[in-house]
């Protein structure tokens, strides 16, 4: 192989956790590294990220890559698990509200932000959630980072399970020094943390922070166990329920609901960006003073504009359905869609990570098979998001497949049989690269004269066909695919 064949080799490897920490002086200059690996990984069709939808998150549709390539598929890679995006009525308010109210919050929370559609919704997450108080954030990031950093304080503990949200993470990071990571889920890792803070210091505060449903993994932690240990130990819980609020357990509350924990955690805070349709999330809590010192001391609530009218409008539009028999309907849909879809995965030879919920994630295993299975994917027609080192352990590379209410049974096989398409393609390459016998030129075509019979055997399968409503001019095909 040629020196060019050697170095692009090389987009098999790595990861962004080696760009984390650059050396030299010049912090611009410097970030050029981290560039140059990822024009190699694009030249060589291994970059999976940047990409964006041309009309929304819908379960068809036309995507682009991050250079401006058109492709067009099922969708499995958006957050909208009741397909609420898309509703008639949740798209109807947010117009009539934005003729009403105009575009635009115009300030913070704590400064003419808010409106009545603000605090409507409080409102209504407090009653959903049995709480008595309620704050909104601009983003659910900003939600998870702001609880934990507006109530920490530097000789305060933070213990929390390894696999927390990056939010969660860099708030504790940003509050104190002390922070603690246990085992993912282990109870008796918990204890043992808190044992330990508290056999030294019984003057300052423990914060707990765990998920009710953890968005790599499908898994959930015994939350009521964890509130007793934090009565136990005089500690705060603060769960996170971005993912299963809404779409999953009893009446759409979740894991804490289906643990019978609604109204009996001391902090849920949450993110509108999976179920209901909208940036934005919240903190919910049954003391007006926690709620009152996070309104000035959560640093994203406080300087940061408000959800917009529009914003607030549509999420309580969402809640409202979520909480109606027609948000029984959905989730039964979605709950038919996942069971489907990892049952077809299961039989097809693929292994799944977790329990049943919105998102069924597929394993892989090594990184360099798994961006080969997603360099195929935009081809024949897939959308899914590879996850790899460091968002997950190393060689544990997997495809998180996230789920709609609105998917079809099509939609879920057809999926499955590209997956296992692109995995077989995937492992032929892979040995022809690594044993010198091809390279990325010719890959393809090796592939190809490998598939077994019964495989697709065009490159990619019988075209969707969208309606007018979601394809796009013709003019931007020519344009992307010249």
């Not at 041309?54 to 698990?81: H, M, V, W």
């Not at 990570?353 to 897939?382: F, H, N, Q, T, W």
């Not at 790899?388 to 609105?406: I, L």
Request: with cysteine; aromatic share 6%; proline share 4%.
């Amino acid at each position: 192989m040629s020196n060019l064949d050697d170095r692009k080799l090389e987009a098999l490897g790595g990861s962004m956790r080696d760009f984390r920490y650059l050396p030299g002086t010049n912090i611009l200059d410097r970030v050029s590294a981290f560039f140059d690996w990822q024009e190699l990984r694009r030249e060589t069709g291994l970059w999976p990220l940047g990409r964006s939808t041309e009309t929304g998150p819908r379960s068809k549709c036309f995507a682009r890559t991050d250079e401006g390539e058109l492709f067009e598929g099922i969708n499995f890679a958006s957050q909208d698990y009741l397909s609420l995006s898309s509703h008639p009525d949740v798209r109807d308010v947010a117009i009539e509200t934005m003729k009403e109210f105009g575009v635009h919050s115009a300030g913070s929370p704590a400064l003419v932000g808010n409106t009545s559609l603000s605090l409507a919704l409080e409102k209504k997450i407090g009653e959903f959630l049995e709480m008595n108080e309620v704050i909104l954030f601009p983003t659910g990031w900003a939600a998870g980072f702001g609880v934990v950093k507006g109530l920490v304080r530097p000789s305060d503990h933070i213990v929390m399970d390894a696999l927390s949200h990056a939010c969660l993470q860099e708030g504790a990071q940003a509050a104190t020094r002390n922070i603690h990571l246990y085992r993912h889920n282990q109870i008796e890792s918990v204890r043992e943390k808190l044992a330990a803070i508290r056999a030294k210091d019984n003057a300052n505060g423990i914060l707990i922070i765990t998920e009710s449903l953890f968005s790599m993994d499908s898994d959930t932690p015994d939350i009521e166990a964890l509130q007793a240990l934090a009565r136990e130990y005089d500690a705060i819980l603060v769960v996170d329920v971005a993912h299963d609020l809404g779409c999953l357990g009893p009446n759409g509350r979740g894991h804490i609901g289906a643990q019978g924990m609604t109204g009996k955690i001391d902090v849920v805070m949450g993110s509108f960006s999976k179920t209901f349709a909208s940036n934005g999330g919240f903190v919910a809590c049954n003391q007006r003073s926690v709620k009152e010192y996070l309104k000035y001391y959560a640093s994203p609530c406080t300087f940061s504009n408000a959800l917009s009218p529009s914003q607030a409008a549509l999420v309580l539009k969402a809640f409202e359905i979520v909480d109606s028999d027609e948000g029984a309907r959905l989730r039964d849909s979605l709950m038919t869609n996942i069971r489907l879809l990892r049952e077809l995965l299961h039989g097809t030879g693929f292994e799944t990570y977790g329990d049943p919920s919105p998102i069924v994630c597929v394993k892989m295993g090594s990184e360099a098979l798994a961006r080969l299975v997603a360099r195929r994917l935009p081809e024949i027609g897939l959308l899914s998001n590879l996850v790899e080192f460091p968002a997950v352990p190393k060689g544990q590379a997997r495809f998180r497949m996230q789920v709609m209410a609105h998917h079809t049974s099509r939609d879920i096989i057809d999926s499955v049989h590209r997956l296992g398409v692109a995995r077989a393609d995937a492992v032929i390459q892979l040995e022809a690269l690594e044993n010198g016998t091809a390279d990325f030129s010719s890959i393809d075509a090796l592939a190809a004269s490998r598939r077994k019979p019964g495989c697709m055997a065009a490159s990619r399968p019988s075209p969707l066909k969208p309606s007018a409503e979601t394809a796009p001019a013709a003019g931007d095909v020519r344009r992307a695919t010249s």
